[in-house]
């Protein structure tokens, strides 16, 4: 167990780059452009990302390639702070990387289940593979779910999808495959907050990670409560059984009667204080969660917790930019636009 995790150093990296995201105005300014390449134009003057375009002309970039920047920049943003005094000597900050595998994984059973002639191969990103422990390469060939299984046997992740019953047309239910790697995935990454930390920086792991599942549950069951009419037994079938607010009032919210009588719960719990005012859970939801992870980014003194929270940050602050180049490539209204996104 690490004693000692302040690292000074890591942090005041950690919050130099914080002070790079994309403010409200600059979003404003970026959903006002009306073609990608303007678009492209500014995100490349940005002290965040002046970096990566160093070496591409954002006036002939391809949109597919600019997103693609934008995900690789936020993957080697995460490995350059992680090997700043040796934070990658530790198991749990390969968070990312495992959080990376499980989307390749999933990517390809969407093939699979979609009948796909091994397209993932041409769009499997580049800058992940010489990080991944799994041979993405092969396995994106496998045309039967029990291939893509004998490919990952012996890893983490073939204990896990090994036990997934196989339809007679050589598939597997997709949410279910997606539903236990999360679980597997954040039990690994809380037991890891857990044994090999101690003190505040474990509790404030914890607190983090509890309340990420929350956040991931309640958008969840709210869409399946609302698009798919689900059960409250169904609901809580297919959540994460880990829980930052209590069980108890998690399963409160997947009894409510309907979507609105939940969101109204919502509201009175921590997750709903001080929200914006928006239709789109998933806006009102990761805006308070953004709230959260600034105050612990800038509050705390510990660099796993500063290093987890600016991540998910990167994340979604990647997750808004592309959200706005898809918007602009659409001819989207930038006040349509603005409205959708994940902010304060």
């Known amino acids: 167990m690490l004693e000692n995790y302040s690292s000074n150093a890591t942090t005041a990296k950690i919050r130099a780059k914080y002070a790079q995201l994309f403010t409200q105005e600059d979003y404003r300014e970026l959903a006002a452009l009306r073609t990608v390449p303007e678009a492209a134009e500014y995100i490349s ?9 160093a070496e591409v002309d954002p006036n002939t970039i391809h949109r597919g390639f600019l997103e693609e920047l934008l995900y690789r920049e936020n993957f080697e943003t995460y490995i350059r702070l992680c090997k700043f005094q040796g934070l990658d000597k530790q198991p749990f900050f390969g968070f990312l990387i495992r959080r990376s595998e499980i989307d390749c994984i999933l990517s390809i059973i969407n093939r699979i289940n979609s009948s796909l002639d091994r397209t993932y191969l041409s769009d499997l990103p580049g800058y992940l593979i010489k990080y991944l422990t799994i041979p993405v390469m092969e396995l ?8 893509l ?23 597997a239910d997709y ?52 698009y798919f009419g689900y059960s409250p037994d169904e609901i809580k079938r297919r959540s994460l059984k ?3 607010i209590g069980k108890k009032n998690m399963e409160r919210l997947y009894e409510a009667a ?19 005012d928006t239709d789109n859970i998933e806006v009102e939801i990761n805006s308070v969660k953004i709230r959260r992870l600034r105050h612990y980014l800038t ?25 706005i180049i898809e918007g602009i490539r659409y001819g989207v209204d930038a006040a349509a636009i603005e409205g959708q996104l994940i902010t304060l």
């Open 299 to 323: 509050g705390s003194t510990n660099a796993p917790v500063a290093l987890y929270a600016f991540i998910i940050l990167c994340d979604i602050e990647v997750s808004n930019l592309v959200h």
């Open 242 to 244: 880990y829980y930052g």
């Open 258 to 276: 309907d979507s609105e009588t939940m969101m109204d719960m919502v509201n009175h719990t921590i997750y709903g204080k001080n929200s914006p």
């Open 175 to 226: 949410t279910e495959c997606e539903f236990r790697l999360r679980t597997a995935y954040y039990a690994e990454l809380l037991e890891q907050a857990e044994k090999e930390f101690s003190g505040s920086v474990s509790e404030e792991l914890k607190t983090i990670i509890l309340r990420e599942i929350d956040c991931r549950n309640i958008i969840n069951a709210y869409r399946m409560k609302s």
């Open 149 to 171: 299984v004998a490919g990952l046997k012996g890893t983490r992740y073939g204990k896990v999808l090994k036990k997934i019953p196989v339809r007679e047309d050589g598939r």
């Open 140 to 147: 994106s060939l496998s045309q039967t779910y029990e291939d």
């Open 45 to 53: 003057r940005s002290a965040r990302f002046r970096d990566a375009f």
